[in-house]
């Protein structure tokens, strides 16, 4: 799959249609009568490269939400960081905390 196909008449970009008699893709030029048929049905591609999760370094991240209302089970510290992340094999977010006691750094989830 090209990125992005050009009109071979006058250069401009030719956009993805719908032959409504034949039911097929066409590549068809906007500001010319030039179409031409599409060699492959994707139209779109879109890649994940990383899959979302955990922040690194997540307990010394200044822009990540702390709270004071949780204490670390592990070392006591009054201070977590918090952050909203999917469960694999669950619907929702999880809410997960991070200890701020940085010779701690323990993890939890709610």
Not at 55 to 63: E, G, L, Q, R, W
Not at 64 to 82: D, I, M, Q, Y
Not at 84 to 91: L, S, Y
Not at 93 to 107: K, V, W
Request: glycine share 6%.
């Amino acid at each position: 799959m090209s990125a992005l196909k050009f009109c071979g008449e006058c250069n401009n970009m030719l956009y993805p249609r719908e032959d409504k008699e034949t039911h097929t893709l066409l590549y068809a030029c906007n500001s010319c009568e030039h179409q031409e048929l599409a060699t492959d049905t994707c139209v779109y591609k879109r890649v994940l490269r990383k899959p979302a999760g955990e922040p690194k370094d997540a307990a010394s991240d200044p822009t990540l939400p702390r709270t004071r209302s949780v204490k670390c089970a592990n070392c006591g510290h009054p201070e977590a960081a918090f952050f909203q992340a999917p469960t694999k094999g669950e619907r929702g977010l999880t809410l997960y905390f991070i200890c701020c006691n940085p010779s701690c750094g323990h993890r939890w989830r709610d």
